[in-house]
């Protein structure tokens, strides 16, 4: 499919991180919270990266998510080299052609891009800092995913460095390093801000705008032009299905290639196909939740409870958390055991339990509160084993 551009909503982002957009603060940083699969990355990659780069910005990308095997600040630090690499080697070029043996702009002949961070190596602020002064531009860091870097003490580490970066680059009415970090859940990506000893204490989270009606007219030209025997499409009703699907485009645009498929079975229009897509991928997502919670045993049963219910006032061994495992389980619960129970939901596959490096837990997806919100206020919670 097409890519469907948000150029406006990009170009209002540029202004705000050039300092450009009053009663923004988004030039000491930018936050953006979306769910997972919404088309927050394709956003950052495909819309704000043009329009920075047209703009002449240095841009580096970083997703956290793409290795989880590796650490956070150590993908951070690559990243900034590999854009340093690229820019130090035409001047390294240069100088050797002139008779040089270095220039000034530290050293920057003698650093070696893979040591950045470490002990042995260049600052990392100094390495942003030698990327602006040799690309001659602003530099932007937009690293996907962020709150994982709060996952090792290394992530947490260059989330301070870059904080003094930004402090050491810019300046009332000069913006040389702009950060924007995204991320799919909102309370983890709140640790970055929302206390004394976070990096980026006093910042705002935004929320990210959701693909809206203006989506849902791009595909129905589309397939307008593709089938006019189609015509005219039934607008309303993809946008009811694409709410449905919790407006993650591609789950959408999966049910929509299904149902205009030559080869599909359904009968009557292809909007009520989609919807009643979303409607099955509603009831499966919840299924699907509900089974992996009855396959824990009743500790963890009691722990996940608990994270969900106290959210960010999680306190997993206090005397009241215990109480609460106690009285769930019926069985006197020790804090050792607690902790067993939540490594064990840490180390389920896929994982139940994000900690972060201060030990601070969050659930790992967070369409688990959602589902849980939604069976409290029907009154369906806790889900109950029919087999028990």
Request: aromatic letters at 6%; a neutral charge; glycine letters at 6%.
């Amino acid at each position: 499919m097409r890519h469907f551009p948000r150029r406006t909503l990009a170009q209002q982002i540029a202004r705000a991180l050039q300092g450009n957009q009053i009663f923004s603060d988004a030039h000491n940083g930018l936050f953006l919270a979306a769910p997972r699969r919404t088309g927050k990355s394709t956003f950052l990659q495909e819309d704000l990266e043009p329009e920075l780069e047209r703009l002449g910005m240095v841009i580096v990308y970083v997703d956290l998510w793409a290795d989880q095997r590796r650490d956070p600040g150590d993908l951070i630090a690559d990243a900034i080299g590999r854009e340093l690499a690229k820019h130090l080697g035409p001047i390294a070029k240069a100088a050797k052609a002139a008779g040089l043996q270095g220039v000034n702009v530290a050293s920057a002949l003698q650093i070696d891009t893979s040591r950045i961070g470490r002990m042995d190596g260049i600052t990392l602020t100094d390495a942003v800092r030698v990327l602006h002064e040799t690309a001659k531009a602003p530099v932007v860091l937009i690293i996907d995913e962020a709150q994982h870097a709060l996952t090792s003490e290394a992530g947490e580490t260059v989330m301070a460095a870059l904080k003094s970066a930004r402090d050491q680059l810019n300046a009332p009415g000069k913006v040389n390093l702009m950060l924007v970090m995204s991320g799919s859940d909102r309370d983890k990506l709140l640790r970055l801000v929302n206390s004394n000893s976070a990096p980026f204490y006093g910042s705002q989270i935004q929320k990210m705008p959701e693909l809206d009606r203006a989506f849902i007219d791009f595909v129905s030209d589309l397939v307008e032009r593709q089938r006019p025997d189609l015509r005219p499409v039934d607008r309303a009703m993809l946008d009811e299905a694409f709410a449905g699907f919790g407006r993650r485009p591609q789950f959408f645009m999966t049910a929509l290639g299904e149902a205009l498929s030559p080869l599909s079975s359904q009968e009557g229009r292809f909007e009520a196909a989609v919807i009643a897509a979303a409607e099955q991928r509603q009831r499966d997502d919840e299924a699907q939740m509900e089974s992996e919670f009855l396959a824990l045993k009743p500790l963890e049963r009691a722990v996940l409870w608990r994270l969900l219910a106290q959210g960010d006032r999680f306190r997993p061994y206090d005397a009241e958390a215990l109480r609460f495992y106690s009285e769930k389980t019926g069985v006197r619960v020790t804090t050792a055991k607690a902790q067993t129970a939540l490594e064990s939901l840490r180390q389920h596959n896929p994982s139940m339990v994000w900690k972060s490096a201060r030990s601070a837990y969050a659930v790992e997806d967070a369409a688990m509160h959602r589902w849980y919100e939604k069976r409290m206020a029907a009154g369906a919670w806790p889900p109950t084993d029919s087999t028990e």
